[in-house]
Structure formats: C-alpha cells, structure tokens
C-alpha cells in the first residue's frame, strides 16, 4: 500500500507496510502512482513495467527520462522499500490467544473537581455517578492487582487521574510510596504520572512531582480567552491566570522536559494553531492540544465542515514550527512527533493503547473500566480489585480490537500510526468498538502528513548543514 501526497513544497510517498518514507522528484513522484497497479495485477517483469508505464506517460516526460524513473522505483521495491507485502496480519491470530497481562493503571484518585469545564467528558468528575475520593485501601488492593496480574513486565504505569487528583494528594503521595515498597520485592519498577488542572499546585506538590513523577499533563488550553471560557471554576470566572504562572514554574522546574501542557480546541477555536503558538511563545516546550471529541448536537463539538479549516491550522502549524526550529527556537507539539525508524512495537501498531487488556481504569470504589472514558456505563464494567476481571468475555472482546478488525482501518494509510484510533469514540459514535470515529481520523490522517513532512525539513535542513561544515 502506498500513500503520496504534496506539502509545503516536498513529494512525499510512504510505503505503508514497510514504513519506508521517500522524498522524491515530479517524475519519479509520477511513475510510483503509475507502476502501483501494475504490480498490484503481479505484474513483475520489469520491460513489461517499463513499457507500459511509458506507453500510460502519454508525452509528459521524455521516454528515457522514464524508463530512468521506473528503475529507480523498482530498485526501491527490491529492497523491499516500495510496494512491501503486508506481513502484520497474522500476529492477530497470536495476540488472541496470548495471556493477558496489564501493564498501566489509570487511577481515578478523585472522581471530584474545582473546575466546571463546558466539554468535560467526566461530569465534572463525577462520571456518570457520585462525587467520591478513593481511599489508600482502595488504590492499594488497585497497585496489589497490577502487580499481581503483570506477568514478567517489570516496568509498570501509573497515572493519578481525575477529576483533579490533586484534591486527594494525601492519598496520591501515600500510594506512591507504597508503590515504591513493592519495586524490590516483585522486580517491578512503577512509572507514576500526574493529570492535573494546577489550580491546587504549590510547591510542596511540585516538589513531591518532581522527585516521583515521569511525566505531569497540565491542562490549559491556550489562549486566556479560549481557556477561561472552556475551562471555568464553578462560580464562572476563568483559570488562566491562575494556572499559567504555576504550569511555567513546573516547566522550567522539570528543564522543559517530562511534561505536556495539554489542551483541547472546539468548534469555537478552530484557529486553534493560535492556541499552540501561544502557549509556546509563553515558554512551554512541550504542547499538545488536540480536538474535542462531543456529541453532534454540543454546541462546542467539532463539526465535518469545520475539517478543511482545521487541516489547514496543521499545515499553518507544521510550516510555523520548522521555522522556528531553524532560528531555534523550536518546541514539541505531541501529535506531530512520529518515530520513522524504530517506531512501537508491532502490538502497539496493531493495537493500540491496550484498552480493557493492558490498560485499565480504577474508580475510587475499586471498579474496573477499559479506560477512563468508559467509567460509569455499567455495560463496560469489567470487575473490581478485589475479585479481579470478572468480565472474561468482554476482556476478549477489547483482545480482538485491532486495525484488522475494523473495515475503515485496513485501507488507511495511517493505519500503524494511530493503532485503530481511540475504542471509547468508536463506541460513543458507532455502538461498537470496531468501527471508527470518522472526524477523528480525518485529523489524524493530516497530523501524520504534517508529522512526516516536518521530519522531510528537518532531515533537509541538516543535509545543508552538513555541506556548510
């Protein structure tokens, strides 16, 4: 499967099923799209190709300038760079009848929150149920069935979710060193995060993060503006600057590393790439503001209309952030970071995020969810932590979901960079976890374009820096 596309001045084709990427000329950029049938028919004799891809040429370049190209293009493909057979299929037959082993927890410390965002999808924090902090016991029995149930897996996560979990720090701080009394023992060694809002950070907390915390997501989104009518506290007023000199000093406390300020864009902001200069030009180096994913008839939700503006801000965005990076001053946006060379692992592209098998939700009463945006639809409970997973068959249900179990995925380029896209949209939209939420993969089908033609300059700008030296 090949995909090809122009942006900002570079012919760019993937080889989907190798992952190869090429920049190329017109004509070799021409020939690709013109052999592609040809070998799809298995055609394999090379005159054969070459004549009849200079017979479909119909003039538009010399016929020896062609038959030139299509070696090229056939070079590529016996170095298996173009063209590549499909070989992941078949690891789905292993993944079904692997053992189960959870690797991540989602800890739902506060189902609580002193924030009243419009497009929450927790309720608040309340999900669907009643307001509640989870207790040390709880979250212990959570931290004791990980452990339990990971198998082998030394390396283990942990995220300290919301609500705002801040609001239950006692707890938060307790359950890490508990974490950290299990690590010897077990031959494990926890990654713990932090979701927060920033509205309770001090610099107790701060310190506490810093010292145990591999990663904090501070939520803003972006301009004061934008964030203060999005994300408001109860009585009305806005966050904005409440947070942002609090998310500056978690920053620069961490050297602009092991964090993201993350926010989300609507139908009100769909000049959104103002959002992330913004946020950098405060200072973040790290940013990732991604789409609202709501009901249709919410006034704020992404609309199919609004889809040519918003992949117009991603290309706006990608061209301002390589100019940047060359008068460096350069920052990461999240979702135009993409490994071309080594990439996750064959399960993490087939699979995803692991959903209801690696990856669970906990609430503050010890439930068992997918994920957290599952938490709360009694269909999707899957056990507690104190019986463990009670709901086999579901569990083997989230087993099976994969790009080769979803009709929309098995022909998207973009296929092993988005792993299938988020199973909590496809139900929400679909009734069913293997379908896809389509608003979705538009942008995400830009985002990967953006991704790799940024990666293009950034490989072009270093070729000229290398003849300059």
């Not at 299938?420 to 496809?426: R, V």
Request: proline residues 3%; aromatic residues 10%.
């Amino acid at each position: 499967m090949i995909h090809q596309y122009k942006s900002n001045g570079y012919n760019i084709v993937l080889d989907v099923n190798s992952g190869s990427v090429h920049v190329v000329d017109d004509i070799v950029y021409d020939m690709i799209s013109l052999v592609e049938p040809l070998i799809n028919e298995g055609i394999t004799d090379a005159e054969l190709i070459k004549a009849a891809v200079i017979n479909c040429n119909e003039g538009k370049y010399p016929k020896e300038e062609v038959a030139e190209a299509v070696e090229e293009v056939l070079e590529l493909q016996k170095e298996g760079q173009l063209f590549a057979p499909d070989i992941y299929e078949n690891y789905i037959f292993d993944f079904k009848n692997r053992p189960t082993v959870v690797k991540a927890l989602c800890l739902h410390i506060a189902h609580d929150c002193n924030l009243a965002c419009q497009y929450c999808f927790a309720e608040e924090g309340e999900y669907h149920g009643r307001r509640a902090l989870m207790s040390f016991e709880v979250g212990k029995k959570a931290l004791d069935f990980l452990v339990a149930n990971s198998g082998n897996r030394v390396n283990l996560e942990v995220d300290f979710f919301g609500g705002e979990p801040t609001m239950n720090w006692q707890v938060v701080k307790d359950l890490v060193l508990y974490g950290r009394s299990l690590e010897k023992e077990h031959n494990k060694k926890f990654r713990f995060t932090l979701t927060t809002n920033g509205v309770l950070l001090n610099d107790e907390i701060m310190e506490f993060a810093n010292k145990e915390m591999a990663n904090i997501v501070l939520s803003i989104d972006g301009r004061k503006e934008v964030n203060d009518k999005m994300r408001p506290f109860r009585g009305g007023q806005g966050s904005y600057d409440t947070i942002v000199p609090k998310f500056l000093k978690v920053a620069e406390s961490r050297n602009q590393m092991n964090y993201y300020v993350r926010g989300t864009f609507t139908h009100n902001n769909l000049d959104f790439s103002e959002d992330v200069l913004h946020l950098a030009d405060l200072g973040f180096k790290q940013i990732s503001v991604e789409p609202v994913v709501a009901k249709p008839e919410d006034w704020y939700a992404i609309k199919e209309e609004d889809i040519p503006t918003l992949k117009e801000e991603y290309d706006k965005l990608a061209k301002e952030m390589i100019r940047r990076r060359k008068e460096g001053r350069g920052f990461n946006f999240f979702h135009f970071m993409i490994d071309l060379e080594g990439g996750p692992c064959v399960a993490k592209r087939l699979s995803g995020c692991g959903s209801g098998t690696e990856y669970l939700a906990v609430t503050p009463w010890g439930d068992l969810y997918p994920c957290h945006q599952f938490v709360g639809q009694e269909q999707f409970l899957m056990g507690n932590v104190d019986e463990g997973i009670v709901n086999k068959d579901l569990q083997n249900e989230f087993k099976c979901c994969n790009v080769y179990a979803k009709d929309k995925c098995k022909k998207c380029f973009a296929k092993f960079y988005c792993s299938g896209g988020c199973a909590a949209n496809s139900y929400n939209f679909h009734g069913n976890i293997n379908d896809a939420y389509d608003v979705g993969c538009e942008l995400q089908r830009k985002r990967i374009e953006c991704a790799i033609m940024i990666k293009a300059a950034m490989a072009e700008m270093e070729e000229q820096n290398n003849e300059e030296e």
